[in-house]
C-alpha cells in the first residue's frame, strides 16, 4: 500500500522559514512525480510545486515561485518543501501527493498523504 507522511509544520512568524517533508515509501518514484498542495479554511486546493522522479524536473505556482524550493533525496525516499519569506497567506493545512506515470504539470494525484498545519503570524 503507498503511504505518503507529510511532517515538518508549524507556527512561524512572517518573513521566516519552514522546511516540510514527505516520506512515502511502497512507491516508485522513478517515473512519477511528488507535489504539493495547500488548503486554506474557505478557500479550495491549491497546487504548489512538484518534482519530476526520473529526471528531477520542478515546476512550481505563480503564487509561491522564488520562494519556495521542492527537492527530494531519494535515498531517503523524501521529498522536501524549503518555504523562505513565509506571509501570512501562506496559513495553510499542507499534503503531498503522488502521481504514477507522470505526463507533465498539473500534477494529477492518486496518492495523498495527511495534511501539516502551517501557520504564519504577522
Known amino acids: 500500500e503507498v503511504q505518503l507522511q507529510a511532517s515538518g509544520g508549524g507556527l512561524v512568524q512572517a518573513g521566516g522559514s519552514l522546511t516540510l517533508s514527505c516520506t512515502f515509501s511502497?512507491?516508485?518514484?522513478?517515473?512519477?512525480?511528488i507535489g504539493w498542495f495547500r488548503q486554506a479554511p474557505g478557500k479550495e486546493r491549491e497546487g504548489l510545486a512538484c518534482i519530476y522522479g526520473v529526471v528531477g524536473s520542478t515546476y512550481y505556482s505563480d503564487s509561491v515561485k522564488g520562494r519556495f524550493t521542492i527537492s527530494s533525496d531519494n535515498a531517503k525516499n523524501t521529498v522536501y518543501l524549503q518555504m523562505n519569506n513565509l506571509k501570512p497567506e501562506d496559513t495553510a493545512v499542507y499534503y503531498c501527493?503522488?502521481?504514477?506515470?507522470?505526463?507533465?504539470?498539473?500534477?494529477?494525484?492518486?496518492?495523498w498523504g495527511q495534511g501539516t498545519q502551517v501557520t504564519v503570524s504577522s
Open positions: 511502497e512507491f516508485t518514484f522513478d517515473n512519477a512525480a
Open positions: 501527493a503522488a502521481e504514477e506515470d507522470f505526463g507533465g504539470p498539473p500534477l494529477v494525484p492518486g496518492y
